[in-house]
């Protein structure tokens, strides 16, 4: 396995503070970023039988994943090639067909357009064979689906070596479970400061100190593989692509046992795959959280949890995280009855601190200093930021 690329001996700041709080660069990242990038689209197991669907945000696209009748995972432009109308909303099973809700236009599975009302009449001259609905690109890693707005795109050359890395749980397992109470937080920051913080290694052991307790800069890792990053922990001497030993710590006395539908004994950490995906794996469980830049200054974050079947997760019910608010069943930091750092939950801790950031840079003062150097340090938010650049106009 052969990180690529290295991350930056002398990191710094790349981005501009109108990154964080312009609603012009918010536009050009909708348009630009997001419309060019890989997004989760779900997990196989949401894809059952033919005509299972979910529709996926990807930017300013809106794309339509879907199982046809062959078996095989599908993705399209979820307009109609009449009008330009959204086909489905959501998630579910659109039968045999996707019919335009607008004048009944059908296409198959497969996207082709198979049947277009009074079309003797109305569209004498119209060939169906090249107005079948427009294509995106469909990538599976593991029981995750991801979806492109282009087609034809490359998958490999995003995951870039990730294949390789240890992956402690099957999701598709009997053994394994999904908890029926996801978790959305609406937190009041930009995407790129909430990101910035999960790949921030020189927080750990300060912010965290009362819940995860470190590791320090010098004892955690991350690498890079294609544009996405995994962190590990090297906690224990000579011990490497194993169980950060922050989680060890919270699992002891927990009665839990290893998982016995892991592929393999290690874990690491913190999978972030580039550019909105956020995978935490570990010895009891599995989270993936997804970012939807809502605004250059809020962001929601969707967490979905799995677990060992008969086991209890280590996560909450969302009625019980701080900030809960129970009309809308969003997380809000305008809902929290208690201080963040009095709560015992480091999620709480990090959007306090991301909130705090984003208030930060209001001011036109707002300067950042020098970022700390090491794999375990900053050098990830470096990395991160001229990956966005390289995507952008110039």
């Not at 995951?159 to 609406?186: I, R």
């Not at 020189?202 to 819940?211: F, G, P």
């Amino acid at each position: 396995m052969t990180p690529q690329p290295a991350l930056p001996d002398q990191p710094r700041q790349r981005l501009p503070r109108d990154a964080y709080v312009s609603d012009s660069w918010f536009e050009t990242e909708q348009n630009t970023l997001f419309s060019n990038c890989w997004t989760f689209a779900g997990v196989t197991m949401d894809f059952a039988e033919p005509g299972d669907f979910r529709v996926i945000k990807a930017g300013v696209c809106s794309l339509i994943v879907i199982r046809n009748n062959t078996g095989e995972l599908r993705a399209f432009h979820n307009q109609c090639r009449h009008r330009g109308t959204e086909l489905l909303e959501g998630c579910g099973n659109a039968g045999k067909t996707i019919v335009c809700p607008y004048h009944n236009w059908v296409y198959g599975l497969d996207g082709a357009l198979r049947g277009v009302p009074a079309q003797r009449a109305c569209f004498a001259d119209l060939d169906k064979k090249t107005t079948a609905l427009f294509g995106a690109s469909v990538g599976i890693f593991r029981n995750l689906v991801f979806v492109h707005p282009e087609p034809d795109q490359n998958f490999d050359d995003w995951l870039g070596d990730l294949h390789q890395v240890p992956w402690p749980h099957d999701l598709a397992s009997a053994d394994m479970q999904e908890n029926p109470d996801d978790v959305t937080y609406e937190m009041n920051c930009n995407w790129k400061v909430f990101y910035e913080n999960a790949v921030d290694g020189y927080h750990l052991a300060y912010l965290h100190k009362d819940t995860l307790g470190g590791p320090t800069h010098d004892k955690n890792l991350w690498e890079v593989f294609g544009q996405n990053m995994v962190w590990w922990s090297t906690e224990r001497e000579g011990v490497k692509h194993r169980i950060p030993q922050f989680v060890e710590n919270a699992a002891r006395g927990s009665g839990l046992k290893t998982v016995q539908a892991a592929d393999i004994p290690g874990y690491g950490g913190v999978y972030m795959l580039f550019p909105t995906t956020i995978l935490t794996p570990n010895p009891w469980g599995f989270s993936i959280s997804t970012m939807e830049p809502v605004n250059a200054g809020t962001t929601r974050l969707r967490v979905r949890n799995w677990s060992p079947k008969g086991w209890l997760t280590y996560t909450h019910r969302a009625a019980d995280i701080p900030g809960y608010d129970k009309e809308t069943g969003l997380i809000k930091s305008s809902h929290w009855t208690q201080h963040p750092l009095e709560t015992g939950d480091f999620q709480t801790e990090d959007i306090w601190v991301c909130e705090k950031m984003q208030r930060a840079l209001q001011s036109p003062r707002f300067k950042v200093g020098p970022l700390a150097k090491g794999a375990g340090g900053e050098a990830a938010i470096d990395f991160f930021q001229q990956t966005i650049l390289n995507l952008m106009p110039q």
